[in-house]
């Protein structure tokens, strides 16, 4: 389903955005950004009150702090009376915060990455339209650039296709937050080995950084695109530094059963946070490859994944706050288009990389 699929519905243009996780990774780059495109007050929400007011401080217009605990029912109905929108950067497997905001007809958008709580969100599509209120999903780097990299890529081929080939590389420099290292570490221990697996690695070029070898790691893009564009869809993962992309792979093994023994994923999730063996810039590479051996590959590069996540739902919040769009629950490349919505990215720092009717090799 897209947005076209329902009616659209007359949206209030005005109110204010909640933040839950404000002052995490994303977090406190987002809040900045949409005192610049929000009509009303940011509201910055973290478990700590200090640090949701530092993060508050630096919201240009109107802001306020608050200490909040998404799970906690009646704080939350009370930080959701005045808000017209929530951006939510923190972990909510059962969907909880989505459930809350579809009851209250509130607007909804989840940078997660996680495939169990995007599949717990979309569970409540039935809410959603109910209300006549949207949500929007998949909004960061992967998924999210890597979905519009990879719908662009299949509308630009010159022939029907018969696979999409994503490639993301992130940097090894850049502070992440507990959660995302610790979706990392999990993703690690259940990224499939060895070919018969699927677990193969493949030469993949990347933007601004050439070839290096990426290897299958479960993103939660690759369910969905299946599903939307009909063709298999595989995503792999690499490093910006060759020679971390290589240990951290051959030690999948030693990681599942980290991950796997209670209070161990969390540790595993806090060294792996606290290495800095790279920099900060990433690049995501998108390539339909049709029957005919033709392709269309477009990429996108930048530097810092948190600041490019925050990019994403800041224009998202922008273009829900300010027109008309259908009620439900819909994806990135559902709800925007995709080449325009890229390009509007490139004003803010990201870059835009087209190559067209090569090989597939």
Do not use: K
């Not at 409540?124 to 339209?129: G, I, S, T, Y």
């Not at 999903?137 to 630009?156: E, I, Q």
């Not at 030469?203 to 070898?213: M, Q, V």
């Amino acid at each position: 389903m897209t947005t076209r699929d329902v009616p659209p519905r007359e949206v209030d243009p005005g109110g204010s955005c909640l933040v839950l996780g404000g002052a995490g990774a994303v977090g406190r780059h987002l809040a900045p950004m949409l005192g610049q495109v929000v009509p009303g007050v940011v509201v910055v929400a973290s478990r700590c009150r200090h640090r949701a007011a530092a993060v508050a401080a630096t919201v240009q217009g109107g802001s306020t702090a608050v200490q909040l605990d998404p799970h906690d029912p009646i704080a939350l109905s009370e930080a959701l009376r005045d808000v017209g929108t929530v951006v939510n950067c923190v972990e909510d497997p059962e969907g909880w915060v989505a459930g809350r905001c579809a009851e209250r007809g509130v607007r909804y958008v989840d940078i997660s990455a996680s495939a169990e709580v995007l599949g717990a969100v979309e569970a409540r599509r039935a809410d959603f339209l109910r209300s006549g209120t949207t949500a929007v999903l998949s909004v960061g780097v992967a998924p999210g650039l890597t979905n519009l990299l990879a719908t662009h890529a299949v509308s630009r081929l010159a022939e029907a296709p018969a696979r999409v080939e994503i490639g993301v590389l992130l940097g090894t420099g850049e502070a992440h937050g507990a959660a995302g290292a610790r979706w990392t570490a999990e993703g690690l221990a259940a990224a499939p080995r060895g070919r018969g697996a699927g677990g193969n690695p493949r030469l993949t070029r990347f933007p601004e950084f050439g070839a290096r070898r990426a290897y299958p790691f479960p993103f939660s893009d690759q369910e969905h695109l299946r599903a939307t564009l009909g063709v298999p869809v595989t995503t792999r993962l690499c490093f910006d530094n060759p020679a971390v992309t290589a240990a951290v792979f051959r030690a999948r093994r030693a990681v599942r059963p980290l991950v796997a023994r209670l209070g161990a994923g969390e540790r595993v999730a806090a060294t792996a946070g606290r290495v800095r063996l790279g920099g900060s810039r990433f690049a995501v590479v998108a390539e339909a490859v049709g029957a005919g051996g033709g392709s269309a590959r477009f990429g996108v590069t930048g530097d810092g994944q948190s600041r490019a996540t925050a990019l994403v739902a800041a224009r998202v919040v922008e273009l829900m706050t300010s027109g008309a769009h259908p009620p439900g629950v819909f994806h990135l490349d559902q709800f925007v288009e995709p080449a325009r919505f890229l390009s509007s990215l490139t004003d803010a720092g990201l870059r835009w990389h087209e190559r067209r009717n090569v090989g597939s090799g």
